[in-house]
């Protein structure tokens, strides 16, 4: 019984007796451990999408109560398409990478408008929708619709690697397509959703990326990396490179109960949230030549420079090490207009990315 092997970068798929192991055991496994999560309630293909978008990245413990008060305000697709961008973005405070939302709500705008509002059950159209990758159509096509499209996300990849001894590094794209290749014909005509969301299950539960705990699996009789000892030895995966660190300095300028705050950039990082002014690439050695070059660009005056704190915050490819600035504003003719002054009792009613939450919890409660 060989599962699979690489040979000459060619797949070979799993044997007819292995797929039928694994398709039984795992179903069955599925259905006495799932767990009982809001999006399992039923098979709307909206709410599904909102699970998995919102899936990306973060854990399933942070999302549930964001999946719980987003479907509460948007109960309907034609709820999210009528809102406006600003509620969207308040809606999803809190849960970070906010292109995904924006996304989401421009894909959910178009799914109204050219379809309906009926959720699209083809690969060809949905796969096509803003933010909609391979995995996030496979993933609504099989639970939604019960199409049997592969949905292989990171959980996936780990299993496959394991249970085939699959050696290749699976932040490849070529990786990726191999395990669709291989999803393609383990996935059962029947139940392709639950299938997939066993896979998803097994590896977020089980086959989990320290301490695989192999004696509980219901697939160990044809693991291929439990049979050699290899678990903990896969799956391969190119070493991150750590984040750049860069200087930020954020300015805190309030003048009668009110505070400044500004628009960010249409593009790049935090894409047209609200934030502090923000001065990004601030060597520390010449702080005030940073200010002053900031004041021109802007076409304002600060004075009484104070610095009132320090911050660190990570994103995946960048660690901003912040300082927290007090300063005045001399009357201006006009401000920036990106900039905004706002009651500092109203901040609450404007949504700031986890960063500058963090920066205003430290300079004052909101
Ligand atoms: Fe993963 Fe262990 Fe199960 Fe193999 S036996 S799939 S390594 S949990």
């Not at 660009?297 to 004075?303: D, E, H």
Request: with cysteine.
């Amino acid at each position: 019984m060989e599962p699979m092997n690489k040979a000459n970068n060619q797949v070979l798929l799993p044997s007819d007796q292995v797929v039928e192991v694994v398709q039984q055991n795992l179903l069955e496994w599925y259905g006495e451990n799932k767990r009982d999560l809001p999006w399992r309630e039923n098979k709307n293909p909206y709410r599904i999408w909102v699970s998995e978008i919102m899936l990306q990245q973060t854990r399933v413990d942070t999302v549930i109560p964001y999946y719980e008060r987003f479907l509460s305000r948007f109960p309907t697709i034609e709820s999210l398409a009528a809102a406006a961008d600003e509620d969207v973005i308040k809606a999803w405070e809190g849960l970070g990478y906010y292109s995904r939302a924006r996304n989401l709500h421009s894909a959910v705008k178009e799914v109204v408008a050219e379809y309906g509002g009926k959720v699209p059950d083809k690969v060809a159209q949905i796969s096509k929708l803003k933010g909609v990758g391979p995995y996030t159509t496979g993933a609504i096509l099989s639970i939604a619709y019960d199409k049997k499209v592969p949905a292989v996300d990171g959980n996936v990849m780990r299993v496959f690697s394991r249970l085939f001894t699959i050696e290749d590094d699976i932040s490849q794209q070529s990786t990726r397509k191999k395990m669709e290749r291989i999803a393609e014909k383990l996935i059962p005509e029947s139940s392709p959703g639950d299938f997939n969301q066993a896979l998803m299950e097994l590896g977020a539960m089980v086959c989990t990326p320290q301490s695989p705990k192999c004696l509980f699996c219901p697939v160990q009789s044809v693991c291929k990396a439990y049979q050699q000892g290899r678990e903990s030895e896969l799956p391969r995966k190119k070493k991150a490179t750590s984040p750049k660190s860069v200087d930020v300095i954020f300015v805190w300028i309030v003048s009668e109960n009110k505070v400044l705050i500004e628009k960010r950039p249409e593009q790049g990082l935090l894409a047209h949230m609200w934030s502090l002014p923000t001065i990004e690439q601030a060597k520390k050695e010449n702080y005030l030549e940073v200010f002053n070059e900031f004041c021109d660009t802007k076409n304002i005056q600060l004075t009484n420079l104070i610095i009132r704190g320090n911050l660190d915050h990570i994103f995946s490819h960048i660690h901003w090490k912040i300082t927290l600035v007090q300063a005045d504003l001399k009357k201006s003719v006009s401000l920036p207009d990106e900039w905004e002054w706002i009651a500092l009792n109203q901040l609450h009613t404007r949504a700031f990315p986890n960063v500058y939450r963090k920066a205003l919890q430290q300079l004052v409660s909101i």
